[in-house]
T-cell receptor, first 115, second 111 residues
Framework: GAGVSQSPSNKVTEKGKDVELRCDPI?????LYWYRQRLGQGLEFLIY????????KSGLPSDRFSAERTGESVSTLTIQRTQQEDSAVYLC?????????????FGPGTRLTVL | ELKVEQNPLFLSMQEGKNYTIYCNYS?????LYWYRQDPGKSLESLFV?????AVKQEGRLMASLDTKARLSTLHITAAVHDLSATYFC???????????FGTGTRLKVLA
C-alpha cells in the first residue's frame, strides 16, 4: 500500500485479556516504531525495529508488552493481561533509514479501550 | 536523557494574527521534525530540519532550527481556521534512533 496501515482501527477488550495490534509499514522502510498516545497527551516511545531486530526495548511499559517484526515488514505489538491503564491509541510509524534523519510516516493508529 | 518541551501548550488565536510556537530540547541534536495532528487522526509530517539555521516554509507555516540554542520555532502567519490542530515537534538525539516528542501545542484559530 501507499502508506502505513494498522489493524484493527478500534479494539475494545475486557481487563485481563490479551490483544494483538498489527502494523504494515511502507514497503522498503527498514525502520519501524511503536508509540502510545494517551488521551490529550504526547507520544510515548515504546519500541523501535531496524529490520527484524529491536535494539532497544526499554520503552515498553512492562513485561506484559512485547513486539515482533518478521520479514522486515509486518510488526505485531502484543499486550498480555490488559489493564485499564493500557487504554490509549497505539501508533506505528516507519522510515527509510534510522541514521539519515529521514522522516517518519505514521499509520492511523489503533484505539484500544480496556473495560 | 533527552527532553523536549513545547510552549505554549494551548494557543487560542484570532484569524489573521501571527504567532510562534517554541520547541526547546535538552541535548545536542541536528535533526528536528514538526508534525500536525487533527483530532482523532494520526500525525502528518510538516517539516524536517536537518541542520543549524535550516528554515522551511509551507503556506502560512514556517519552521526554523537553531542547534546552538537547541531551539526550533514554528511561525504562523495570518492564521486561518484550517490551521486548528495539535502541533508536535520531535527530536532525534545524535547517534540514536529514538524520536522524542514534545508535549504538543493545541492550536485553536477562532473565526
Amino acid at each position: 500500500g501507499a502508506g502505513v496501515s494498522q489493524s484493527p482501527s478500534n479494539k475494545v477488550t475486557e481487563k485481563g485479556k490479551d490483544v494483538e495490534l498489527r502494523c504494515d509499514p511502507i514497503s522498503g522502510h527498514t525502520a519501524l516504531y511503536w508509540y502510545r498516545q494517551r488521551l490529550g497527551q504526547g507520544l510515548e516511545f515504546l519500541i523501535y525495529f531496524q529490520g527484524n531486530s529491536a535494539p532497544d526495548k526499554s520503552g515498553l511499559p512492562s513485561d506484559r508488552f512485547s513486539a515482533e517484526r518478521t520479514g522486515e515488514s509486518v510488526s505485531t505489538l502484543t499486550i498480555q493481561r490488559t489493564q485499564q491503564e493500557d487504554s490509549a491509541v497505539y501508533l506505528c510509524a516507519s522510515s527509510l533509514f534510522q541514521e539519515g534523519g529521514y522522516e517518519q510516516f505514521f499509520g492511523p493508529g489503533t484505539r484500544l479501550t480496556v473495560l | 536523557e533527552l527532553k523536549v518541551e513545547q510552549n505554549p501548550l494551548f494557543l487560542s488565536m484570532q484569524e489573521g494574527k501571527n504567532y510562534t510556537i517554541y520547541c526547546n530540547y535538552s541535548t545536542t541534536s541536528d535533526r528536528l521534525y514538526w508534525y500536525r495532528q487533527d483530532p482523532g487522526k494520526s500525525l502528518e509530517s510538516l517539516f524536517v530540519l536537518l541542520s543549524n539555521g535550516a528554515v522551511k516554509q509551507e503556506g502560512r507555516l514556517m519552521a526554523s532550527l537553531d542547534t546552538k540554542a537547541r531551539l526550533s520555532t514554528l511561525h504562523i502567519t495570518a492564521a486561518v481556521h484550517d490551521l486548528s490542530a495539535t502541533y508536535f515537534c520531535a527530536v532525534v538525539s545524535g547517534g540514536t534512533y529514538k524520536y522524542i516528542f514534545g508535549t504538543g501545542t493545541r492550536l485553536k484559530v477562532l473565526a
